[in-house]
């Protein structure tokens, strides 16, 4: 039992984790391995994102849209940096800690409602797609079979909510009841090579259609026809600023590690795999779809690839798929947990050391998201807008609000410069995001 001299500050940003550290338990756990760290990390970057990303070379062409891929990249990396540095030099042990270093119990509690609300948002859209590729979805009127369904036809075990939940009970229940995230390293280091096994398969297609000369030069350059084609390519700023957010889950897994030195080069090693993923899988993508790709490159996989067992690999792709979305959920889960905890209990002992109420939150937000996904199919329209600015503000505007608060005087001159970019790149990319959402929601009403 943990001691706290002082009630009112017993969650104290710089003294109390939301979870035990590596020393609390020293007998049972000696730290987090390199290895494992970077296996989780990893996991929470490639989501579900990963298939929209063909889609921006679509929009972009082939060469500015695979720069841009890797920009993102270098200026997420350096946000975490400057989030690393800057926790360092506050004491604090975990984001809502420095966030409240920073702007106090305001900040604390708004960036973990952000969080809050970006991981439920992520987590019933993961539980949506999971039942529209296991069981299939209706879209414009037309039914699109899913996997269980074209293999064994329509029965009651394998309607969509009968789907769901069963991977509650059977994967989601099991994986969510770690109290450690490294416990969760082997199902993370199984996403991520679900996600190489994808990339490997596109690429296997493409150099088969290649061979028999059915596949035609990818378009390097976007295509500016008009005014609204020019406007359109702002579309990919959301998709690009949000592919590499990782930032809730930086603190958990840095706390577990054995030597926390090492935190800067897991992320450069994790942030270097999962870019040569998007590039690999951008590029690969749009090579095999061109023009024809669409928003989810996933649904091209719903049709005629126009080679060999190409019925196969279509499944194979789409399970391989589900079950990676499937172990990034656990993890997403994890700091979702953590938030929804200090947000409800700031002042309780870490949720780990409670029994009672780690299993009741983790309940309470399981049965959340399973009703969201199985009974409002449309949250998905209401979390872009929520999502379009909790994301970005977790992953660039409070890292950049931060920097430029400089609490501590250890701000430079480019970290200042770095931060603003960072703060002109969410905002307008929530405003593309949010503009784009109204004017489809008006455009569909006044079409029907």
Known sequence: MINYPDRKHRRSPKTAPLLPQKDADPGHFNGASFSGAIFNLSTTIVGAGIMALPATLKQLG????????????????KSIEMLLRFTKASKSVSYS?????AFGGFGRTLLQACIVINNIGTLVVYMIIIGDVLSGTLSDGVHYSGVMEEWFGQHWWNSRSNLLLLTTLLVFAPLVSFKRVDSLRYTSALSVALAVVFVVITAGIVIVKFINGSIGMPRL??????????????TTVPVLVTAYICHHNIHPIENELRDGSQMKSIVRTSIVLCSTVYVATSFFGFLLFGDHTLDDVLANFDGELGIPYGSLLNDLVRVSYVIHVMLVFPIVFYSLRLNMDGLFFPYAIPIAYDNRRFFSVTAALICFIFLGANCVPSIWDAFQFTGATATVSVGFIFPAAIVLRDTHGIATKRDRLVSWVMILLAVSSSTVAICSDIYSIFNIGVES
């Not at 800690?97 to 270093?101: E, F, Q, V």
């Not at 350059?221 to 702002?234: G, I």
């Open 62 to 77: 082939a060469i500015p849209g695979l720069i841009v891929i890797i920009l993102a990249a270098m200026l997420t990396e």
């Open 97 to 101: 800690g420095l966030a409240g270093d």
């Open 221 to 234: 350059l976007p295509k500016l026809v008009d005014q609204a084609s020019f406007w359109k390519l702002f």
